[in-house]
């Protein structure tokens, strides 16, 4: 298995330009358009938390508990802060690559390595509760529900352990395609269920308890001729809300899933590499070429897409308030209607540019930017 960075710019993906002859014009990010700002979004606070990210291709993403955010850097510096106030509770360097997570859980904070270590350290002063080791290079969050803790590699085996030792009690190993977008997915850990979803499009329910699959699915089949073109990975967290899960693909599809059955009960052909986001009634999901598109949750219909962030390298989206909000490479945080896709405010959070999924706790929204600083915002 090949996992592309960033797929070659990840073609529409990114703000890259390219050409096909001589003549052509460079296809470039769009230009910001002017528009009568609604809502006043103002920084509680920043407070500088590692090391950036320019130099990589791939992103941490800040967690949090009720009152306490949790992150890390690249050079294994994990922080504790406080939501309301941003003030350092607990620092460590764990002095490792860290390239997964940060995971929150059941009084744990947990990360993954690039050499496959996962560290489960206590949320209350960061000591480290116990470290395993896994088969390849985590990308993404662990996750855990007190008991087991699901960790997602690289080489696309999902494996589970002990909460409370670290000792792993089963794996799975997906099927493997040739090529893939280098990344993996988040999965959801229930007291019943772990959700994960697989480079293959497949998105599957294992028991906790035992990792006997409970049902699998496929949210997109490949299609194309190259193997580039058959990419349909599963690189966002599914969205698990009441008895139905949300997923999407890339080049491929955004499903409704029963959470009981694993019966497909819509899908819209879309492509997106992010988690999508849920608001009263409606999907939304960051598209291909940065589209923001909102779909009805019960019947998978279109309701509006906003395409004026057209290659600006979109981060997924994030509900705050009656809005919805993308960060892009520039570092601006654009918020949408949520009931039309219009644009009700902006603010530039910071130059070195946002690719980490924002993280939305209670009326706060916290920023992690690719030179390692961490803020909060809130609508005033």
């Given at each position: 298995?090949?996992?592309?960075?960033?797929?070659?710019?990840?073609?529409?993906?990114?703000?890259?330009?390219?050409?096909?002859?001589?003549?052509?014009?460079?296809?470039?990010?769009?230009?910001?358009?002017?528009?009568?700002?609604?809502?006043?979004?103002?920084?509680?606070?920043?407070?500088?938390?590692?090391?950036?990210?320019?130099?990589?291709?791939?992103?941490?993403?800040?967690?949090?508990?009720?009152?306490t955010v949790f992150a890390a850097d690249y050079s294994g510096q994990v922080t504790a802060l406080e939501l309301t106030s941003g003030k350092k509770m607990w620092?460590?360097?764990?002095?490792?690559?860290?390239?997964?997570?940060?995971?929150?859980?059941?009084?744990?904070?947990?990360?993954?390595?690039?050499?496959?270590?996962?560290?489960?350290?206590?949320?209350?002063?960061?000591?480290?509760?116990?470290?395993?080791?896994?088969?390849?290079?985590?990308?993404?969050?662990?996750?855990?529900?007190?008991?087991?803790?699901?960790?997602?590699?690289?080489?696309?085996?999902?494996?589970?352990?002990?909460?409370?030792?670290?000792?792993?009690?089963?794996?799975?190993?997906?099927?493997?395609?040739?090529?893939?977008?280098?990344?993996?997915?988040?999965?959801?850990?229930?007291?019943?269920?772990?959700?994960?979803?697989?480079?293959?499009g497949k998105l599957i329910a294992f028991n906790p308890s035992n990792g006997s699959v409970i049902w699998e699915t496929r949210v997109a089949l490949p299609k194309?001729?190259?193997?580039?073109?058959?990419?349909?990975?599963?690189?966002?967290?599914?969205?698990?809300?009441?008895?139905?899960?949300?997923?999407?693909?890339?080049?491929?599809?955004?499903?409704?899933?029963?959470?009981?059955?694993?019966?497909?009960?819509?899908?819209?052909?879309?492509?997106?590499?992010?988690?999508?986001?849920?608001?009263?009634?409606?999907?939304?999901?960051?598209?291909?070429?940065?589209?923001?598109?909102?779909?009805?949750?019960?019947?998978?219909?279109?309701?509006?897409?906003?395409?004026?962030?057209?290659?600006?390298?979109?981060?997924?989206?994030?509900?705050?308030?009656?809005?919805?909000?993308?960060?892009?490479?520039?570092?601006?945080?654009?918020?949408?209607?949520?009931?039309?896709?219009?644009?009700?405010?902006?603010?530039?959070?910071?130059?070195?540019?946002?690719?980490?999924?924002?993280?939305?706790?209670?009326?706060?929204?916290?920023?992690?930017?690719?030179?390692?600083?961490?803020?909060?915002?809130?609508?005033?």
């Open positions: 298995m090949k996992k592309l960075g960033l797929l070659m710019c990840v073609l529409a993906l990114s703000g890259c330009s390219w050409f096909s002859d001589e003549d052509d014009i460079a296809i470039t990010p769009a230009e910001l358009v002017d528009f009568t700002a609604e809502v006043s979004i103002e920084r509680s606070w920043s407070v500088s938390v590692g090391s950036g990210t320019k130099d990589y291709l791939i992103s941490l993403r800040p967690a949090a508990s009720r009152d620092e460590v360097n764990l002095d490792t690559m860290v390239t997964g997570g940060v995971g929150y859980g059941s009084g744990m904070v947990m990360v993954g390595t690039v050499e496959g270590v996962v560290y489960a350290l206590d949320a209350t002063d960061g000591s480290t509760l116990w470290t395993s080791q896994v088969s390849s290079e985590v990308l993404s969050s662990p996750k855990t529900n007190g008991t087991v803790v699901a960790v997602h590699s690289i080489d696309n085996q999902m494996v589970a352990l002990d909460a409370k030792t670290g000792e792993e009690l089963w794996r799975h190993d997906g099927d493997a395609p040739i090529l893939s977008v280098r990344g993996t997915s988040e999965s959801v850990v229930t007291s019943n269920m772990v959700l994960s979803g697989f480079d293959s194309g001729r190259t193997e580039l073109e058959r990419m349909v990975d599963i690189d966002g967290e599914p969205l698990l809300v009441g008895d139905v899960i949300y997923a999407a693909t890339y080049q491929g599809r955004l499903g409704a899933i029963s959470r009981g059955t694993g019966r497909n009960l819509w899908s819209q052909d879309t492509s997106s590499h992010h988690a999508p986001a849920h608001r009263a009634g409606k999907i939304y999901v960051t598209g291909g070429e940065d589209s923001i598109q909102s779909f009805g949750s019960g019947n998978g219909q279109k309701v509006w897409a906003n395409d004026d962030l057209f290659l600006r390298q979109a981060t997924g989206p994030a509900v705050l308030g009656g809005t919805i909000v993308v960060a892009d490479a520039e570092g601006y945080l654009h918020l949408l209607d949520a009931e039309d896709g219009h644009f009700v405010g902006r603010v530039k959070a910071d130059g070195s540019g946002v690719s980490a999924p924002l993280l939305s706790v209670g009326n706060s929204l916290v920023v992690q930017a690719n030179n390692g600083s961490i803020s909060a915002y809130k609508i005033q």
